[in-house]
C-alpha cells in the first residue's frame, strides 16, 4: 500500500511540474507588424521562451527579449527557431517580442511556449540552507523539466513534418503540371508536323 501512494504521489509531481507555468501559442505576425507579450514576475525567477517559425516566407522572425528596466536580454535576426532560458534580475514586466517588419507582405505564423518557474520563497531558501535536499524532489523536478523539453520538441517535430510534407506536395504539383505542360507541347507539335507534311505532298489538282 505504501508503495502504491508513493508511486502515485511521484506521478503527480511529474505532472504537475510538466504543466504548471507552462503557457502555449501559436500567433501570426503580419508583414510590418510585432507581437508583443508580457510576464510579471519576482527577482530571481526562472524564465524561458522556445519557439520555431511554423509558416510563411523564408521561415524567419526578430526576435527580443526586455527585461522590466529596459535593458535588452536577448535581441536575434531573422532567426527560425530557439530556446533562451535565464533568471530574472529584478521584479516586473518581462517582455518577449516577436517582429515581422523586415518583410513586406508576408506573414508569419510563430509556434511558441513561455515558462515561468516558481517565485523563490525567502523561508524555504533559508530551510534548505539548513537541512539536506530531498533528492527524490530533486530527481523529480529535473525529470519534469526533460519531459516539458521532450514535449516541446514534439510539438516542433509536428510543425516541421507538416511544414516539409507542404514543401513536398508544392513540388509534386508543379512537376505533375510542367509535365502536362511538356505532353501538351509535344502533341501539338506532332499534329503539327503531320498536318504541314501533308498539305506538303498533297497533290494539286486542276480542274
Partial sequence: MYSSNK???LMSAILATLFSNTNCYTITVDAHAEECFFENVEADTKMGLSFEIAEGGFL????KITGPDGNVIHSGQRESSGIY?????????Y???FSNQMSTMTPKVVMFNLEVGEAPNKKTNEKD???NHNKLEDMIKE??????TVKHEQEYMQVRDRIHRAINESTNSRVVMWSIFEASVLLVM???QVYYLKRFFEVQRVV
Fill in 143 to 148: 525529470l519534469g523539466t526533460t519531459l516539458k
Fill in 129 to 131: 540552507e539548513e537541512v
Fill in 95 to 97: 517582455t518577449y517580442c
Fill in 85 to 93: 532560458t535565464f533568471s530574472a534580475a529584478t521584479s516586473g514586466r
Fill in 7 to 9: 508511486l502515485l504521489w
Fill in 60 to 63: 524567419d522572425i526578430d526576435v
Fill in 190 to 192: 506532332t499534329l503539327g
